[in-house]
């Protein structure tokens, strides 16, 4: 049925939009996402470009499975780099280092560059209370901005995506799934995914409650202690600002045992990015976050 619904969703956005793209991190999310439209579209090529928002804080693994699954599908990558804004000038980097903010305008840009103005994004209403708040199709406005007050209503799964030059509207085919669907999904169709989902040895230090790995972007600080533990990561975003969990979960069948009897959200378990405040997400999304 969510498959169904998704590859539905998928479908209606290609015959009425002229350019979509695919946001497409090498997150499980959007590893399900593209294998939608990779389903909505057989035998015919995923007849759309997919777009990656690098920070240059990336996960080494999964920037290898980026580039592997495009490869195997014979897709168009578009990189859209923070790194480069940096060194331009173009953007400033935050004191802290994380740059999970900095992605919003070279999002922008990269939309507005590649004249899109459809963009799947792999969002689930379950992850984050703002991300609740969303539709299905998500108007933005010329600035790429989101009005949460002034949304269009999406009644018998019927979807408006009418929009002007310069405006886009974003898709989310995920919506109604959960992280525990998302990793049903990943056994019965035996999707493989960045080997960080399951668990692995690696070098942490405790920050604020979390578990955070040792690497260039983090280091400990005075009074933290490093030490060597079993993790795996429930989300993949910037090393600089992602947390993993204690867990022994070393196969799909595992993990899917693990996220049921779960009752944190990986987000609020997981994202450093998110415990700014209680409205962080909105503030970004507001401003054209994913």
Known sequence: MLEAE????????????????????????????LRLAEKAFWPAPVPFPVLHVDTGQNFDEVLAYRDKR????????????????????????????????????VLLDAIERGDFNAAFGGARRDEEKARAKERVYSFRDEFGQWDPKNQRPELWGLYNGRHHKGEHIRVFPLSNWTELDIWQYIAEDEIEIPSIYYAHRREVVRRNGMLMAICQWVQPTDGEEVFETTVRYRTVGDASCTAAVESSAATVDEVIVEVAATRITERGATRADDKVSEASMEDRKREGYF
């Open 6 to 33: 998704s590859i539905t969703i998928i479908r209606e956005v290609v015959a009425e939009f002229e350019r979509p793209v695919l946001l497409f991190s090498g997150g499980k999310d959007s590893i399900v996402m």
């Open 70 to 105: 495009v490869a195997e599908l014979g897709v168009q990558l578009v990189v859209a780099s923070v790194q480069e804004w940096i060194d331009d000038g173009r953007l400033r980097e935050d004191p802290g280092g994380q740059r999970n903010r900095l992605q919003t305008p």
